[in-house]
């Protein structure tokens, strides 16, 4: 069964680009799968307030419907976008959820299902903390040994990817 997507919306980490491995990586299974694709260019944009604007203007035009696919801080802006882009799901790598300082903006108002993949070793962003989201919204959860940049688990990434966008209904 093909999935019922049209655009997955990439967003990066606060210390990476718009096409950086892992987005690379899952952008040609969304292709692959004939979805296409868009990665938001946050570069030079620190406040995941701005962040979540970009991502909100950008969604805005394009072609539904969409997942939003974020890493890290991207993560965060994907899942706090979602109550008003109100995507068909979200793929969430090491989201950065219930950070210090930033806790109140960790986004509760997510209306679609989320998946998250994150690594044991993470020194970054605790995966305590993607246990407890996934925890609180019945999240599906793929808990990998690898750090915070999952480089060395791109290939399990991508086959995670790629069943999640299939199994979408």
Sequence with gaps: MMPKVATVVFSHGKESGPWGSKIVALAAVARDLGIGVESVDYQGIDDPRARVEKLLAIGAGLVGPLVLVGSSLGGHVSAAAAAALRPKALFLM???????????????????????????????VPVANSIRWAGERRASLHILDSDHRLQDRIATIAELFRAFLIDLD
Aim: hydrophobic fraction near 40%.
């Design 94 to 124: 090491a989201p950065a959820f219930y950070m210090p300082g930033f806790e109140a903006y960790t986004p509760v108002d997510v209306p679609c299902p989320a998946s998250i993949v994150h690594g044991w070793n993470d020194t970054i």
